[in-house]
Structure formats: C-alpha cells, structure tokens
C-alpha cells in the first residue's frame, strides 16, 4: 500500500544568496509558488523553446533569480495541465544560459563561488532529509586534468513521494579537435520532483502515446539541427552529451543526415546498457526508401527523462 506523508511548509534561505527554496511541493500550490517567486522579486522570463515534460505536463513557468557572481539562477515550474497540480522543479545556476560561447573560461574566484554555492545548498536539504547518495565524477571531464574541477552529483529519496537531486560541473578544459569541441561548464542544477517518474534503472514502458511525443520530440530536433541552431538543440540533449554539440558537429550531422527529405520512424524499442540503465531507442527511415532493411536510418536515443543522450546516422553497407 503506497504512503503518502504530508510535510510542514519548508522555506529555506540558501546561504547569504537570498534565495529561497521551498521543499513541500506536495502540499504548495502553484500559485503559492508563484507568489514567493514575487515576494523575492523575481523576473519572470519566456520559455525559450517547446518543452516535453510527459503526459499532461503543462510548458513550464519560468523565473530569473539575480546572483552577484555566480550565473542568476533560472526556475521553472512545471505542472498538470488539468489541474495545475505541480510535477517538479527545477533550479539552475548555468553560464551557458546567459553567455553561448566557445571557450568561456573563468576565474577561480568565480568557480570557487559555484562550488560553494553547491555546498551551501548540499548542507541545507541535509539538514531536512538527511545525508544524499553522493556519486563524483561522473561524465568524461573527469578524465583531463584539471586545477579546480569539480563535479558531484548528490541524490535524496527520502520517501515515497519525493525525490531531490543536486549537481554541479566545474571545468575550466577546452579542448578542439576536428568537428568535437569540449568547452567549459560552469554549472548548477537542482530538481524537487514527486516520485511519479521512473527511476534510472526501471525499464521504461513504450505505449502508442509515449511514442508519439518521442517522435515529435525527436522531428523537433531534427529541425532545430536543420537549421544550425546549436542553442535549440542543445536544449533537447542530455547533460551527458551537450558540451560535446558544436556548431562543427551540427555542420557534420547535416552532412550525413538529409533532413530535407520526409522521413518516418521505422523502429521502436528498449536498449539495455552495460552499465544497467535502460535506454528508449527510436529509428527513421527516409519515406521514399521503401527498400528492406532501409539503405539509410537515423537512430536517437532517449534517457528516462526525454533527453537525447546518443544520435547516429547508419548506411547499410554492401
């Protein structure tokens, strides 16, 4: 029998930031949140781009949150359609947001900032809902080295009815090689989710519906790589993969790919990992190809979350 615990109203300060954050998205209302959003004068700011959230989620309500040093914090609200009960929400301190550009690195000042802005954060929802499942380390940065880099991912599920997790990147390495480029990340993401969602390793279930908005997901980015905009199309991909997009690789996929010609999706499925996570996993083909197998397909794989995390243009050989 599932449990549903009620929580007392949360509203903490973070640091000496003057930001609040407030935990009890079970019991809050919207318009409560978007009241406190008021109250510590916010910015209220346009969705950038169409996002996909899952079934019946509504396009989020967006705020800008002023810092000194460290990137202004971005907050999105995302919420039932129906009823506008809330799914989750989201936090983020990212340069990426307010500076596009290759090889932004910075000061050591600024990064020690971020980091402890991170800690001061880490220290709070600690102090609420205990001591989180920390993983370091956890992307290919990791491998060069580096002075001040900085990555840990902090993980609460303190029930079963919320789930809370903490990230940040700190890297200053850039690097170009041929059409791959690795720019500095300077960033901080927080999510208070109710736990509705899958988890990591569950197997994900592929009904009509969830296709359906896989492939509009997948025909959107496929525009946005038409059209060479890397900013739109950075916003589909998976923290995993998104500093690894440039402008060089958006040139080298539309050299491949031919997005100009109709294409359908031809295959649909679930691809296990090595690493246990599983992965939904989407093939298009040309409509004009009526060969079988198709000569050319185009695979995209998505994460639990709707994120792309791999994209790869196949040709059959002879």
């Avoid at 900032?113 to 609420?128: A, G, P, V």
């Avoid at 296709?211 to 060479?228: C, E, H, Q, R």
């Avoid at 690894?244 to 491949?256: C, E, Y």
Wanted: some cysteine.
């Amino acid at each position: 029998m599932k449990l549903y615990l009620k929580f007392f109203l949360l509203l903490l300060p973070i640091g000496n930031f003057g930001q609040e954050i407030n935990f009890n998205i079970h019991q809050t209302s919207l318009k409560e949140y978007l009241q406190i959003e008021n109250n510590i004068g916010s910015k209220k700011i346009p969705n950038t781009s169409t996002y996909y959230s899952g079934k019946g989620i509504a396009q989020p309500i967006r705020f800008e949150r002023e810092e000194k040093i460290i990137p202004n914090g971005i907050v999105s609200y995302l919420f039932h359609k129906k009823d506008s009960l809330l799914n989750e929400i989201q936090y983020e301190w990212d340069v990426y947001n307010f500076e596009d550009q290759d090889n932004n690195t910075k000061s050591k000042e600024f990064e020690d900032e971020l980091i402890k802005k991170y800690q001061n954060l880490k220290e709070y929802i600690s102090k609420e809902f205990g001591q989180p499942k920390i993983q370091n380390n956890f992307s290919n940065l990791a491998q060069y080295k580096q002075e001040n880099f900085f990555e840990e991912n902090s993980d609460w599920k303190p029930n079963d009815s919320i789930a809370i997790e903490l990230n940040i990147c700190v890297s200053n390495y850039y690097r170009k090689s041929g059409a791959i480029t690795i720019n500095p990340v300077h960033r901080i993401r927080l999510s208070i989710a109710k736990k509705e969602n899958l988890s990591e390793n569950e197997i994900p279930q592929l009904g009509k519906e969830k296709i359906n908005v896989l492939d509009k997901l997948s025909k959107d980015f496929f525009k946005t790589i038409k059209s060479n905009d890397l900013s739109k199309s950075k916003e589909f991909l998976s923290d995993l993969i998104k500093e690894t997009l440039t402008n060089d690789v958006l040139i080298q996929l539309n050299q491949n790919v031919d997005f100009e010609k109709e294409m359908e999706l031809f295959y649909s499925g679930v691809q296990m990992n090595l690493d246990g996570n599983s992965y939904i996993v989407l093939q298009y083909k040309y409509t004009e190809d009526k060969s079988n197998p198709p000569s050319e397909m185009i695979k995209i794989v998505f994460d639990n979350n709707h994120k792309v995390v791999g994209l790869q243009p196949m040709k059959k050989t002879n």
